[in-house]
Structure formats: C-alpha cells, structure tokens
C-alpha cells in the first residue's frame, strides 16, 4: 500500500473512533507512521483527507449506477447488490459518511454536493428506467428509501450485519416496497 493510502485507512479509522473533528494532524501522522509534516507531502491537511476518502467511496458507489443491462431491473438489483455489499465491508467509511459530510469544506465542499446530487439522480433513473409509469418525484422517494435502508447497515447491531443471507433479506424488502410501485400503491399492512 502507497503512502496516501496508508494515510488514507488510518484517517478513516481515527475518524470513525474519534470524529473528524477529534483527530489531530500529529494522531493521523502517527496512525500512519509518519509524523505530522511528513503528511503535508501527500495532503494540504485533513480537510483534503476527509474529502479524498468521500471521493472515494463515491467514485464506487457512482460506478454501481451507470446502467449495464438492457434489463432495467437486473440493473436495478445490480446497483443494489452492489450498495449492500459495499454497506457490508465498508461500515465504518459508510458511517463516516453521515456524520462528517457536514465538514466538507471549500474547495471539495460543492463539487462533492454536485457530486452526491448526480449520484441520487443515477438513482433516479434507475428506478424511472425500471418502472418507466412513475413519476420524478416517485423515483426520488424511492431513492431515497432504498439508499436510508441500505446505509443503515452500519448502525446494526454487530450481530445481524453476520448473520445469515443479509443481502437476500433486504433484497426481498426492498423487491416488495418496488413491487408496490408497480401497483401503484403501497402495500397494506396486515391489521
């Protein structure tokens, strides 16, 4: 592993333990082991750093999106295949996420928010692409239930992320929360 990488995993694991805010420049140095200034050599600080691992995760989960089936909804369960497996091995990136995207700041503040909102609109499409009768709104709300429910994962007990066929449970969730969208209604829950 290259020396921004090594930075790279060791920001990410003090950042999950401690918050963005509670990591000094010197603690993710020593992480990495190397001191303070020798990090300045790969990155301007740990604004950079914070940008450069949600960059990262980003690039892949982007990747998931661009359709690569003629079949919208094998590409669909691709994308969310994908996102569960991603929430799976990478909790603690996935947890950083929520709590520290907020410490964005300028310069990789607004092109990481272009970045997040290209990124729910290839949601978007996938789900329009797939159930073509929904309206953009529909989509939307169906994004964003599917990405709540999949990046919730991290906050499992440790226990449920290890047990059995967790990819196949929420597989099975989410199909019946999309089939509904294909009645067009949602599904009535037993009295």
């Given at each position: 592993m290259g020396r921004e990488q090594t930075i790279l995993q060791a920001a990410a694991d003090a950042f999950y333990e401690k918050g963005f805010h509670g990591v000094s420049v010197d603690e993710l140095g020593r992480r990495a082991g190397l001191s303070g200034p020798?990090?300045?050599?790969?990155?301007?600080?740990?604004?950079?750093?914070?940008?450069?691992l949600l960059n990262e995760a980003m690039d892949e989960l982007m990747s998931a999106t661009v359709p690569v089936h003629e079949d919208a909804a094998l590409d669909l369960d691709r994308a969310i295949r994908h996102h569960i497996d991603f929430a799976l091995r990478k909790s603690s990136l996935v947890n950083l996420y929520q709590r520290e995207v907020r410490s964005l700041v300028d310069p990789w503040k607004r092109p990481f928010h272009r970045r997040r909102q290209l990124y729910c609109e290839r949601w978007?499409?996938?789900?329009?692409?797939?159930?073509?009768?929904?309206?953009?709104?529909?989509?939307?709300?169906?994004?964003?239930?599917?990405?709540?429910?999949?990046?919730?994962?991290?906050?499992?007990?440790?226990?449920?992320?290890?047990?059995?066929?967790?990819?196949?449970?929420?597989?099975?969730?989410?199909?019946?929360?999309?089939?509904?969208?294909?009645?067009?209604?949602?599904?009535?829950?037993?009295?």
């Open positions: 020798a990090l300045y050599r790969s990155f301007s600080g740990k604004d950079e750093i914070l940008a450069c978007d499409e996938l789900f329009l692409r797939r159930s073509p009768h929904l309206d953009e709104a529909t989509a939307a709300v169906a994004t964003q239930t599917t990405l709540g429910t999949i990046f919730s994962i991290p906050y499992w007990p440790g226990r449920l992320q290890r047990s059995g066929d967790v990819t196949g449970q929420l597989l099975a969730l989410l199909a019946h929360g999309h089939a509904s969208l294909d009645a067009g209604r949602a599904p009535v829950p037993p009295a």
